[in-house]
Each structure stands twice: as structure tokens, then as C-alpha cells.
């Protein structure tokens, strides 16, 4: 069991690049996504405290829009029902790939 589990507002940065699940949020009955590699500078804030049985946590890159058109495709960006994107860590990489801040 992690002593240190990642809690809401806290802020880590990739240090090796790792795959993880980029999801899209729709304005409409639909969520999407895909696995995407995130690249190594990437930061990011966990977004709520994960549930004791979680195995990863969601989170928002930042600058939102910079790592937007990194991780998400155009056709999804450009949709008029795009709502925006997170990007969803498993716990194992969290602590073999990034680095809290």
C-alpha cells in the first residue's frame, strides 16, 4: 500500500515518458479516449483524492492548452461537441516516472 497516495491539488511532472489513458470529455452522452505516450516534461495536477481501491488517479496537464494539442487528436479538437480532455495515471507510473513537485 502507497504510505503517500496522491491527493487533490497535488502537482507532479513526468520524468520518463510512460503510456496512459488520454480521455475525452463530450458535450453530449459520450466519453472517448485512447492510450497516448506522455512525453517527459509534462505537469500535472491530480484533479480529486482516488477512492482506497483505485489503482490509478485522474488528473489535468498543465498548461491545459499546450499539452491539448499533444495529446489529443485534431478531429476530436475540432469537434463541436469536444468538451476537453484528462489524462488518467496508474499509480506504478506515478512512482516510477514522475516526481511530485
Not at 16 to 32: C, D, H, L, N, R
Not at 44 to 51: G, I, R
Not at 53 to 59: E, M, R, Y
Request: hydrophobic content about 40%; overall charge negative.
Amino acid at each position: 500500500m502507497n504510505k503517500n497516495p496522491p491527493r487533490k491539488g497535488d502537482r507532479y511532472v513526468v520524468l520518463k515518458e510512460f503510456e496512459a489513458i488520454v480521455q475525452t470529455q463530450w458535450f453530449a452522452p459520450f466519453s472517448g479516449g485512447d492510450y497516448r505516450l506522455l512525453p517527459a516534461g509534462l505537469e500535472f495536477v491530480v484533479t480529486a483524492d482516488p477512492p482506497p481501491v483505485a489503482t490509478a488517479v485522474g488528473c489535468k496537464p498543465e498548461p491545459f492548452e499546450r499539452w491539448e494539442a499533444v495529446l489529443v487528436e485534431e478531429s476530436d479538437r475540432t469537434d463541436e461537441l469536444y468538451g476537453g480532455y484528462s489524462v488518467v495515471i496508474p499509480f506504478k507510473y506515478l512512482a516510477t516516472h514522475c516526481a511530485r513537485q
